[in-house]
Structures are given as structure tokens and as C-alpha cells.
């Protein structure tokens, strides 16, 4: 089912499946694999070159030459722009870390060089949109309507399981980023729907 809320268009399984990422058990594979790098626009684009002299430190001598020969980004083959990427795989502004969760050390994690720097206060902007929203991919169509899905991919299935144990939904989960690009009266809306859908027990 699909619901349009302020003009654009949300898959309802955004607001009934639940989901919360598990990084203790995949680790941040969503930044390392697929055959593309993260979608992200020309101002996006902008902010990723500004802060690139404070995350280079951070990338690997292969992300490095990288960006030197291509830039941040390029055309991937369906002509969207994307962030470039490492040997057909892993994002360049991927780097890999130790990281302590409750109480728990999980090695190897792979992690964004931009928000880290973000989260220091090293810089004002965190990291693409496209990034913060996944699962929830966005769509713009041709005729400039917005559409919202929920991609599925076999790496989350751990985040699949958490959300179901925390019984956290979707829309939820990532509330921050919903608020953040579409802005808190488009999410507020968001949630009154999905209490619609919820109290008429529609579940598809």
C-alpha cells in the first residue's frame, strides 16, 4: 500500500515492519557492500569536499588515491550520482574501528570517517542523507514527486530481528532523519498515519 502525506509518497510497510540496526552483528556491512557508492546530491557533494582535508587521515591509502583520481563522487551506471567507492566495493569515507557497545568491544566494525568527525565537532554536517535514512530509500521521479521505500536486503537481517525484539518501528527508528529531511510537521503526520493504519489493524 502506498499513502501520500503532504505530497509525498510513503510505502505503508515504512510505517508497520519494525526494524533497529544491529551493528554488534553486521558490523556496517550497508557501507562496504553493493556495486555502487551511497547516493547523495550536488550540495551533499559540496559539504563532503570541504570536510575532506579533516577525515583524510581516516582513509585508507586505496580511498585516497581514489578520490585523487576521481573525486568524491561520480555517475554511477544508472546516472544517479554517488559517493566513490574502493574496488567496486566499499565507500571511500569507510574506515574500520574497534567500538564499545554496552560494555561489549566489537573489532573490525566498519564506520563513517565523516560522521566521526561530526559527532568531534570537527564539522557542521554529518554525512549524506541517503546514508542516515537507510534502510528507507528515497525516490524523485521525473515529474518531481518523492517517493519512500523500504529496501530489504539479506545483510540487514539482523536489524530485522532487533527491531521485532524491541518492537521499534521502522518510522521510528529513524525518526532523526525523517525530521531532518522532510522536516517535524511532515513526521508528525508520519506518525498520525501510521496510528490510523495501526488502530484499522493493517499490517501490509
Request: charged share 25%; proline share 3%.
Amino acid at each position: 500500500m502506498i499513502v501520500e502525506i503532504q505530497g509525498i509518497l510513503v510505502s505503508t510497510d515504512i510505517l508497520t515492519e519494525e526494524f533497529c540496526c544491529d551493528l554488534e552483528s553486521c558490523k556496517g556491512q550497508c557501507c562496504i557492500e553493493g556495486d555502487a557508492g551511497a547516493p547523495v546530491t550536488l550540495d551533499e557533494i559540496g559539504h563532503l569536499e570541504d570536510c575532506l582535508d579533516t577525515v583524510w587521515p581516516d582513509l585508507s591509502a586505496s580511498a585516497q588515491a581514489t578520490v585523487e583520481r576521481q573525486g568524491v563522487a561520480y555517475t554511477d551506471r544508472e546516472g544517479d550520482l554517488v559517493t566513490s567507492i574502493v574496488n567496486g566495493k566499499d565507500c571511500v569515507f569507510t574506515y574500520y574501528d574497534d567500538i564499545d557497545i554496552g560494555g561489549t568491544t566489537v573489532s573490525k566494525c566498519c564506520l563513517c570517517a565523516t560522521e566521526k568527525a561530526f559527532r568531534a565537532g570537527k564539522t557542521a554536517w554529518c554525512k549524506p542523507i541517503s546514508c542516515a535514512l537507510y534502510p528507507i530509500r528515497v525516490k524523485e521521479f521525473g515529474n518531481g514527486t518523492v517517493g519512500l521505500n523500504y529496501h530489504r536486503w539479506n545483510i540487514c537481517k539482523d536489524g530485522v530481528r532487533k527491531g521485532r525484539e524491541l518492537h521499534l518501528p521502522l518510522y521510528r527508528f529513524l525518526e532523526g532523519p525523517l525530521v531532518r529531511r522532510f522536516g517535524q510537521e511532515w513526521y508528525d503526520e508520519l506518525c498520525t498515519v501510521a496510528d490510523e493504519l495501526k488502530a484499522q489493524d493493517i499490517t501490509i
